[in-house]
């Protein structure tokens, strides 16, 4: 198969796999899904195995994750997550640990003690993250969204375990290793004290590369293109420099994406939704090429579709809920909230690619490690995204997000002249007491700006006498002290992100 080959088939599958998520929102599976089965279809008419290049597809998936963290760090909102970012934390360090532990104890009675504890261990954590991202999509196409914290919550969550579940499968992935070929298999008080190093040394060196992140962005080039290429480099430099000083660098991109989201910098908004397009692209391209490692023929095998599926079930019933409620013990969650933050613990592409590692090691039964770890996913993204939302209607915690509307055709980007100027929309309620007035009558202060009126699905250029009613979304620009005073007189309890 000669290059011109090869990239007219990696295009295709990029299409298939990003179109399958018309198939997957009309089913109520995650995209995940799709992109796999893609990959699982290649795989059996390219002329190659997947396995033989496990190296290859390991160093491709950490490049993906580092890239797909940082996006998710750059979407979440650091208010949002301020209120729930202790008990997001709690859940995604020591909740990610102890589902290991549970999950790691059950697969050792579950596979008849055929494998050590420690290899049972590693497989906990290959599985212990979640995928909320998952979650949302499917809750996003039908319209529906979670009360309360939940939503916060699970967004902290989701990106902040995937580093924990990195550094233990590292950590264990040693410890297999070294047991199996006659070492000393054991973490003394050295260990522990590289456990804390390395997720606190992430999230330090995640904080510091966010705010000279946002430094470097403020640096006025000649190209606008410029800052994008900056983009991808520091996303790089981020995860290379954390990991050369023996830290976690899925945890420093994550934390680095939330840190430069807490302050301003140029072209912010292009950025976010540059990163949102690239996280798209990596992951329809890491879940096609994780697709490839897969064997249908194996998967159907009693030795591993049974014990998958017993695995599967002890991981949704017994070892995610257990963990959820230890580590939200004494919290304002109520119990209805518990069980459905047990039920959202979706897994997704990161235990696949954290599978790869102990491939690219030579870790014993690696290759039915990972079988398990593949059938698993399945399993979970089948059964629980199936179920979401009727679990979400059923514990009386989901909320109908199909009035909110897609976002207005003019945005204020982040530039040198704009650094304290925003641009935000703002509904029009009865409380609001601008209905049947005119913009002339209201008497908004110099230098505010109404922009646009959205009303009836579209838009209306607005002029001095045109009406307003209530319902209309008003597109207003200003300073932001002036636009916190027009909310607080006009918009109260809509307040934007400063």
Known sequence: MNSDSIIMISGLLLLAG?????????????????????????????PFEGTMFAREINFFGVLAMCFILFSGGVDTSPKAVRQVAVRGLILAIPGVALTALLLGGGAYLILGMKYSFLWCLLL???????????????????????????????????????????FLTVLLIGLVNAAAFGGEARIGWLGGVLIFYQLGGGILAGIGCGWLGRKLFNVK???????????????????????????????????CGMAMNAGRYNYQKAISKFYNGVAW??????????????????????????????????LMLIARPLAVFVCLAGSEFSRREKLMISWVGIRGAAPIVLATFPLAAGVPDAQQMFRLIFFMVLISVTFQGWTLMPVARWLKLAKNDSGTHEPAPLELEVTHGSAHQAMYEYKVMPESGLDGKTLAEIGLPPGVLVTMIRRDGGFIPPHG??????????????????????????????????
């Open 465 to 498: 006498n045109t009406l307003i009613q209530n319902g209309d979304g008003m597109l207003i620009m200003a300073e932001r002290r002036q636009l916190r005073e027009i909310v607080k007189k006009y918009f109260p309890g809509q307040e934007k992100e400063s």
């Open 124 to 166: 906990g954590a290959l599985i212990s993250s979640t995928d909320a991202a998952a979650v949302f999509a499917i809750l996003r196409g039908k319209g529906v969204s979670l009360k309360g914290k939940l939503k916060p919550l699970l967004e902290l969550e989701s990106g902040s375990n995937d580093p924990t579940a990195a």
């Open 221 to 255: 080039l000649e190209y606008e293109g410029l800052y994008f290429v900056i983009s991808v480099a520091w996303v790089l430099v981020c995860y290379g420099l954390t990991q050369v000083l023996g830290a976690n660098g899925f945890m420093a991109c994550y934390v």
């Open 18 to 46: 990003a179109f399958s998520n018309k198939i997957s929102s009309r089913f109520n599976l995650p995209t995940l899904l799709m992109f796999l089965a893609v990959g699982v279809f290649a795989e059996e008419f390219l």
């Open 281 to 314: 692209l990596m992951q329809v391209g890491l879940f096609t090429v994780l697709g490839f490692l897969a064997d249908p023929v194996q998967m159907l095998d009693v030795g591993v579709w049974l014990p998958g599926i017993l695995l599967g079930l002890f």
